[in-house]
């Protein structure tokens, strides 16, 4: 190798720290440092950088590296405020300065951390707009003296590295703001999806937990306290995850009140459903935000997920599968998914592909449920209730199907087959002398009766199969009209133009319900069948059954209970006035061809012993 002039030195080093990075710094730094120990005959070399936020100077890069480093190391982080005067000096230092034996505090110093005594030192400042931002030190036993020269080519050195170091100091804040959270200083969602990755890589220790947590009624804290005053809370809750959890856990915001917290530890779910509980208590400590003491519930939803057989997809849906199934139950509580969960999840994937292909294929099919007159056994309605005769799942309960139709565009096509079933097959009972003082009461999805056409088509089947539009009575829940009250309106508009009966379903569950029997052109109300079943035994039921049938007969409106399953029951509905009853006390929702036979007797005899009534005639 050709002897190094000073100048050259500075144009190696140069191209040494040229392509250099955080990550590669280190190296680079070392490299760099064997060449100037050899180049200068010095014993130790050393770079440091200063953090100014905490006051101190934090050691970089040596070389050589030493082979037995004090524990702690005195060298690692020296504060300014307690360092000894060299190294304090280091602070605001701005020219190179050089230390002899004289600086006793200083030997002690190297001499605990190297072994090296009786050292002289050369002490270099990188600089960076005319500040200090750490040093360059060498480190000879004995004496030795520095040139001028010599001393100008390494703050050139020193320069360059003062310019390595500003740009890893910008990458890293480019690199921080791309995986954290601005709000908190948390994860984000790309930092945490790549710390799922490696976590869930085969071989790596498992079980996987995941913790999707979500703050109750967030929106009403911004609403009334103003979105500062949200942040505030939002922050001061991250805050808190980040103190109390391991500093290892990785903790991610993913916006809005939505947080992922996987921990560091390898957890089964037993364990993880513990730590999610403490989550949870955690966040639901009181928070001062605008001068309001404020606590919110959170819901925590819990998967455990193995490495090499989980996906990250699969452990974040169904951790947040488990939130949806905590919060259904009320919130504030915490869920752990479940074998009945993936089952409902499989059987969810399972309609979405299939229930296209049923609604064409003749595999959904209609049972009717009679609605009688209590009183006499009379049957007066019918209730056409949709299921699936499923290739390999069996006969389907709409419960298990309906929502999902909703949830993927299919609510309309499913609806408008179930209405021209219903009416295909009641004006065939009609041609047959059977079910001619009977209503046919079909279900009503949401989604139906806020699209454009629904009043036309429902106008075009009942003409059609010559049905008049009183012989017709379209079920809603109270829910769909909250939701869309004027467009829900228009529509009642237009069907009871027709004649066509609109009844409440459910009646009870919903909400302001008196508003809206004003607003809308009704004919009945169904009790919900919650508070019909244990009539007679639990006295809460009975107040409201009381008080709907009463709220119906002031509006002029009729009234049904369904979910009748017990005599005691039906009696007590006579009792209040509610004559019409539906449940499998009378009769279950049963195929076409069975409950012929009771449309042909046409009624359903029933044995309530109602005092001072005459027992239903039998026929
Ligand atoms: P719903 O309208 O309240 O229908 C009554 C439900 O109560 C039926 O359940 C019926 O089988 C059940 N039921 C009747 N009597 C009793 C009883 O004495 N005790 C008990 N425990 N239950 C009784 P199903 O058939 O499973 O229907 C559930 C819900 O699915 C219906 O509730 C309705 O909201 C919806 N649904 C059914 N068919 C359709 C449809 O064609 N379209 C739409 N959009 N929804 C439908
Ligand atoms: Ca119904
Ligand atoms: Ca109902």
């Known amino acids: 190798m050709p002897r190094r002039t000073l100048d050259s030195l500075v144009t190696e080093v140069a191209s040494e720290l040229m392509g250099v990075d955080a990550s590669t710094m280190v190296a680079a730094t070392e490299r760099v440092l064997a060449l100037l120990i050899e180049y200068f005959d010095v014993d130790f070399s050393y770079l440091r950088h200063t953090d100014r936020d905490r006051r101190a100077t934090v050691l970089v890069a040596e070389w ?133 990755e490696e976590r869930l890589q085969a071989g790596s220790p498992g079980p996987v937990a995941a913790f ?21 809370f939002i922050r001061t809750l991250s805050a808190r995850l980040r103190e109390h959890l391991d500093p290892a856990d990785m903790i991610a915001r993913l916006g809005g009140d939505e947080f992922v917290i996987v921990p560091a530890k390898p957890m089964d779910a037993v364990a993880a459903e513990l730590e999610a509980t ?45 939130l949806l199934s905590a919060k259904s139950r009320g919130g504030n509580g915490v869920a752990v998914f479940t074998d009945a969960m993936r089952a409902e999840f499989e059987l969810q994937d399972d309609v979405e592909l299939n229930l296209r292909g049923a609604v064409a294929d003749g595999s959904l099919v209609l049972h009717y449920q009679p609605e009688v007159d209590l009183r006499t056994g009379r049957i007066v309605a019918l209730e056409a209730l949709v299921r699936w005769q499923h290739p390999t799942r069996g006969l389907l309960p709409p419960g298990a199907f309906v929502q999902v139709a909703e949830a993927t565009n299919l609510a309309g096509e499913l609806g408008r087959w179930v209405i021209r079933t219903a009416c295909a ?112 035994a639990n006295p809460d039921d009975l107040a409201i059954v009381k008080s709907i049938v009463g709220l119906a007969g002031s509006f002029g409106l009729g ?45 359903i005899p029933l044995d309530l012993e109602l005092p001072g009534m005459s027992r239903a005639p039998k026929v």
């Open 212 to 232: 999707f947590l979500d703050l109750d009624r967030l929106k009403a804290l911004n609403d009334f306290l103003g979105h500062t005053a949200g942040d505030n």
């Open 425 to 536: 097959q009641f004006a065939q009972w009609r041609r047959h002398g059977l079910a001619s003082n009977v209503v046919i009461r079909i279900n009503v999805s949401p989604v139906q009766l806020v699209s454009l056409d629904f009043v036309e088509n429902i106008e075009d089947i009942l003409r059609r199969h010559d049905i008049d539009g009183s012989s017709v009575c379209l079920e809603i829940t109270e829910h769909v009209v909250v939701q869309d009250l004027a467009r829900t309106k228009v529509t009642l508009r237009g069907l009871k133009r027709m004649g066509v009966q609109i009844a409440i379903d459910d009646f009870g569950t919903g909400y302001s319900s008196l508003s809206h029997l004003k607003a809308l052109p009704v004919d009945a109300v169904k009790i919900d069948r919650g508070f019909v079943q244990r009539l007679g």
């Open 64 to 196: 050589p590296r030493r082979v037995e480093v004090p524990d702690p190391d005195p060298l690692q982080t020296i504060y300014f405020e307690d360092a000894d005067s060299v190294f304090k000096a280091l602070e605001h230092a701005t020219e190179p300065f050089l230390i002899t034996s004289a600086d006793i505090d200083y030997q002690a110093t190297i001499r605990r951390a190297t072994g090296i005594p009786n050292v002289t030192s050369a002490a270099v400042p990188l600089l960076s707009r005319g500040e200090s931002t750490g040093v360059l030190g060498f480190i000879k036993a004995g004496d030795r003296a520095w040139s001028t020269r010599e001393l100008n080519v390494l703050k050139a050195i020193a320069a360059l590295f003062a310019q390595l170091q500003a740009r890893v100091v910008a990458e890293e804040r480019l690199r921080y703001i791309a995986d954290h959270d601005d709000l908190t200083g948390l994860a984000n969602r790309r930092a945490l999806l790549k710390y799922m």
């Open 278 to 322: 403490r989550m949870q208590q955690l966040i639901g400590r009181r928070v001062t935000v605008g001068g309001e003491s404020v606590s919110r519930g959170a819901s925590v939803g819990v998967a455990v997920g193995s490495p090499g057989e989980t996906t990250v997809a699969d452990v974040l849906r169904r951790a947040d599968h488990a």
């Open 559 to 603: 009234v049904v209970g369904e979910g009748v399953e017990t005599a005691v029951a039906a009696r007590t509905l006579v009792g209040l006035g509610c004559y019409r009853a539906q449940g499998f006390l009378i009769a279950r929702p049963l195929p076409a061809d069975e409950v012929e036979a009771h449309l042909a007797a046409g009624r």
